[in-house]
């Protein structure tokens, strides 16, 4: 007997990231070639008949495990039943904007619709936020969860995960597939801080495979940190269809077991893990149970530096959520 379709909704789905994305997940890039699938895209009104062309490019497609689309400006509607959501859409950070205002803005967006999927999605349903500031987006949208665990609600550093792998292996004259153990810890931002001291390459520290420590310490980090900034320098555009990619890896690592001595990098709800002030949406190195539920790897050994850097990023987290602390009652 064939699977009853999973309901996926993805927010700013005309946008770059959006158009990037709802391709493969019509695919079955994320539960796989025999699970249907009803995509639900929400788009602001203004771009409704964006996205209406992308509606029309899905169905020229033909993708057999598309039960149904539905284009939509309502968030109940987009959201009604939803097993995954997928927040990409945000307010871009606009000429001489100041940071605080970006949140708080963004922060509105995500009240909104933090209430709709908490009023409309199924009881279960797993969130990834991608729209920036992506970390502290999903603490506004899961502190409206009342109905839905707010456990489920996620942001999306896998991009950096997936970035700091492609440095390590092209550094150490490896394979991507070669890398494991790529931690990502903390915010969405330049503060992230990628452990490269835990990382393996072939099942070797990384540390003795790349034997130019001054590069691990520096530029690595940077450009790991900076590379959105790199991106946009040389497309003029943001990252969309990387980040559209990770946001697959993203949903569809939540799903599945995590493969033996390999970890994930997720954003999640912190319960005081490593120091971390609890209630942040804190970036962990996590592995992924049968049952689709995520662990922060326990045992991790960090040194001073490791520390300090973690510190960091939480006290950039912090100050983001006194920004909206208004948002969050
Ligand atoms: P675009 O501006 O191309 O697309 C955003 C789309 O969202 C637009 O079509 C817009 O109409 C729509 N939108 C805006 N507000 C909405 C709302 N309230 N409801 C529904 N739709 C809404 O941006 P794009 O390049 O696709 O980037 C999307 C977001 O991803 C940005 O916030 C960006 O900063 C963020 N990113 C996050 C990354 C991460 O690793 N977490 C990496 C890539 C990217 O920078």
Redesign the pocket.
Known sequence: MSKQPLRVAI????????YSLVFPVAAGQIFGPDQPVILQL???P??QQ?LEGVKMELQDAAYPLVHDIIATDS?DTAFGDADLVLL?????RGPGMERADLLRD?GK?FI??GRAIDANAKVGVKVL????P?NTNSLIARAQARRTHPANYT??????QNRAKAQLAAKAGARVADVTRMGIWGN?SPTMYPDFTHALIGGRNATDVITDHAWLDGPFIKTVQQR?KAIIDARG????AS?AW?AIDHARDWHRPTPAGEWVSMAIQSTGDYGVPEGLTFSYPCTVDADGQYHVVQGIELDAASQARIKASADELVEERDLVKEMLG
């Open positions: 927010t700013g789905a005309a946008g770059q990231i959006g929400l788009e602001l203004v771009a964006a968030a990409v859409g945000s307010k871009p963004n967006i909104g619709q936020v991608v729209g920036n992506c942001a999306m550093t896998r991009l950096d969405h959105g555009k943001s990252s969309a980040a990770a």
